[in-house]
């Protein structure tokens, strides 16, 4: 049985609970905001942690396999003067932290039959997990790149591979066990999440894409920015892991 949460430091339990039924009586007219001071005495995501990973190197990936990804990644997100390539954003290293975590079995998700050919609005009815689909499309496609060109996709010039890549969007190419188009959104979506998710999963690396777009992160309190209407805060991003200064144990 789980043990119940302990309260700040310095906070009853009677004072929390004085503070709810106050909040609850002010409700119909002005509320009043109560401030905390002190070291809190809880870790973010105790409860429900992120699920990331220490060790290094490939998780899921093959290297055969992590090769191909990684200039798959690097055609669907390109380097520009905007951010580096998918490859240097680390997308290829989300998508197998991803994979070896329990996104890639679909833990969370129903998976028992039947399994058929829904409409669009259903959504990707496949019976395939994100594992099964990233071995089974990434084999099939370096046996089309074979067949087509004797190589592999990764050893295709940018120009051969944006044509392959271009033919799966489009449905114009066939893979072996897989539907091609199922493959390519697959990709490109667990590409995109990689470029822009928190640093703690692995891509977005020197949260790049966060300063392109000028997102701040995960900070918790804009209480001192609330009325400055129209005004570039130039907030550096943070990580769900929190800044250096806000680690420092009390």
Not at 195 to 200: E, G, H, N, W
Request: charged share 25%; glycine share 12%.
């Amino acid at each position: 049985m789980r043990k119940p949460q302990k309260t700040l430091p310095g906070v009853t339990r009677r004072q929390v609970l004085k503070w709810s039924g106050a909040a609850l009586t002010l409700g119909a007219g002005s509320a009043k905001a109560i401030t905390l001071t002190g070291t809190p005495g809880w870790q973010p995501f105790a409860d429900n942690p992120p699920e990331t990973f220490d060790a290094q190197g490939w998780l899921f990936l093959t290297a055969d396999e992590a090769a191909t990804l990684e200039a798959i990644v690097d055609r669907l997100i390109p380097a520009d003067d905007l951010s580096p390539g998918g490859k240097e954003m680390g997308c290829a290293v989300f998508i197998d932290r991803q994979l070896h975590g329990f996104y890639g079995n679909f833990e969370r998700l129903y998976m028992e039959g039947p399994f058929q050919e829904g409409t669009p609005e259903q959504g990707d009815q496949s019976a395939l997990t994100p594992r099964q689909r990233y071995r089974i499309g990434l084999a099939a496609l370096n046996k089309y790149t074979q067949q087509q060109f004797q190589k592999p996709f990764r050893a295709l010039s940018g120009d051969d591979q944006d044509k392959v890549l271009a033919g799966l969007e489009k449905g114009d190419i066939e893979l072996e066990g897989i539907v091609g188009t199922l493959f390519f959104a697959q990709l490109l979506s667990n590409t995109t999440e990689g470029f822009f998710a928190d640093p703690v999963y692995g891509g977005n690396r020197d949260m790049a894409a966060w300063k392109m777009l000028g997102f701040p992160g995960a900070r918790y309190d804009y209480r001192d920015f609330i009325e400055k209407h129209n005004v570039e805060l130039k907030f550096p991003p943070v990580s769900i892991q929190g800044g250096p200064q806000w680690n420092k144990k009390a």
